[in-house]
């Protein structure tokens, strides 16, 4: 199985899964267009993926999807909450699967189950997909790492998990006082520390490959992502690079592709 994240920020989010030749999406957030030149660039096309996963129908994650389907055919596969607030915008013709958080699902080539995260849109989850014995976790749009999220995400091989702010940056930055007590809530995001403390219970439990996604640009920097994640994992006795894989995925275009 590999990852390869197309778009990761506040304006858009796009992960590609591959397990030989059957490829599946993870949220559409960006341009039908944008993902159609994404896939080009890895040597697919609309027609090579086979489902999309959405995590929730905040418009970075779903404004791009009504058309994605509609060239592309896949089949969407979203909670009731959110299949509620998307299905308005989707094309007739497009296949819709319900999905439960807790309870596992077949996509061709994948299995897949969903949990629930603390986010701000009704039905909110993150993802575990699994193929030939390898287990991929997506875990973003949380403002705080349950139990519910920790227990789902144990035990993966690879994660895309969110570094979304430096705590002071969002504290000292231009954003109005109500969008940064947002983002700071346990409904929110999830900041460069609290990711810390998540990747250090995912690397004690085997992770290999970590990488940290929906930075914000206002918010954030790679940079700052890196040295508070890689110093939590120091601190806990994990190398980075030695013991575990840390990398930053791009705001803006294709990152690179990792093996699970």
Do not use: W
């Amino acid at each position: 199985m590999r990852f390869t994240t197309l778009a990761s920020s506040s304006s858009g989010n796009c992960v590609l899964l591959s397990h030989g030749e059957r490829h599946i999406l993870i949220d559409a957030g960006i341009s039908s267009k944008r993902i159609s030149s994404a896939l080009s660039s890895l040597g697919l096309s609309l027609g090579d993926i086979g489902a999309v996963l959405v995590t929730h129908s905040h418009g970075d994650h779903v404004s791009g999807l009504p058309a994605f389907a509609e060239r592309s055919g896949a089949r969407v596969y979203a909670t009731d909450e959110t299949l509620d607030i998307i299905a308005s915008d989707m094309p007739a013709r497009c296949e819709m699967e319900l999905i439960s958080p807790g309870a596992g699902f077949s996509v061709p080539g994948f299995e897949a189950r969903a949990f629930c995260v603390p986010h701000d849109a009704p039905g909110s989850v993150g993802f575990v997909v699994t193929a030939s014995g390898r287990k991929f976790v997506l875990a973003t749009d949380l403002g705080i790492v349950t139990p519910e999220v920790l227990k789902a995400a144990q035990g993966a091989d690879a994660a895309v998990i969110e570094a979304n702010h430096d705590a002071e940056m969002l504290r000292n930055g231009y954003y109005p006082p109500t969008i940064k007590r947002r983002i700071a809530s346990g409904i929110g995001h999830l900041s460069n520390d609290a990711c810390g403390g998540f990747a250090v219970k995912l690397a004690e439990s085997g992770a290999g490959t970590l990488v940290l996604a929906h930075l914000s640009s206002g918010n954030n920097t790679p940079e700052l992502a890196l040295d508070a994640v890689g110093g939590a994992l120091e601190r806990g006795g994990i190398a980075a690079g030695r013991d575990v894989r840390l990398f930053a995925a791009p705001s803006f275009g294709v990152g690179d592709t990792y093996e699970v």
